[in-house]
Structure formats: C-alpha cells, structure tokens
C-alpha cells in the first residue's frame, strides 16, 4: 500500500513565505511524477506545479515565478516553496504521486491534504 504525508502550511500574511513537503512511502517500486494541486473553496480543484523522473517542471501560470517545486535526493519527497504569497494563494494544496508499486501496479495517489491560509 502507498501513502503520501504532506506536512507544512499554516497561515501567512500576504507577501510571505511557506514551504510544503510530501513524502511518499509503502510499498514503491518507481515513481513517475509528483506534483502539488489545491482547491479552493467553491472551485474545483487546480494544478500548481509538478515534476516528473527527468525533473521536468510544470507550472500554473498563476505561481510562475513565485513558487519552486523540487524532488528530494530520495526521490521519494516533493517539496513546494512558495514565496510572494497571496490571498488568492488560500486553498487546501494535495500532494499527488504517479506511482508503480512493488507489484507493477500504476496509479495516482493523493495526499490527505494540507489548509493554506494568505490573510492580514
């Protein structure tokens, strides 16, 4: 069974910094991509940033240049820098893994969720 933990969020004034990370574990024989998404409430739920194997990196055009999405040594972690926060930024972000578990399975994980709140 795979699991993502995500860990980080909280609350910051505009124009301030948070760090989210998730870390993958169970029974893992690859991970093809990682990546982070949110949802705010009354919206469906969005792409923020991910990364795949080769380290290529997808943004949302609405975090280009204020958020930095990058993968642990382990490759079993993901991490969202977000920096220039704004009160649009305010949304519960999920972690989210493209995972072949030890069996050969495929399939998308989500994480349980972590509550980001940009507010004076």
């Known amino acids: 069974q795979v699991q993502l933990v995500e860990s980080g969020g909280g609350l910051v004034q505009p124009g301030g910094s948070l760090s989210l990370s998730c870390v993958a574990s169970?029974?893992?024989?690859?991970?093809?991509?990682m990546g982070w998404y949110r949802q705010a409430p009354g919206k469906e739920r969005e792409l923020v940033a991910t990364?795949?194997?080769?380290?290529?990196?997808n943004y949302a055009d609405s975090v280009k240049g204020r958020f930095t999405i990058s993968r642990g040594d382990n490759k079993n972690t993901v991490y969202l820098q977000m920096n220039t926060l704004r009160p649009e930024d305010t949304a519960v972000y999920y972690c989210?893994?493209?995972?072949?578990?030890?069996?050969?399975?495929?399939?998308?994980?989500w994480g349980q969720g972590t509550q980001v709140t940009v507010s004076s």
């Open positions: 989210n893994a493209y995972i072949y578990d030890s069996e050969r399975r495929h399939d998308a994980y």
């Open positions: 169970g029974s893992i024989f690859s991970i093809v991509a």
């Open positions: 990364i795949n194997a080769g380290h290529a990196i």
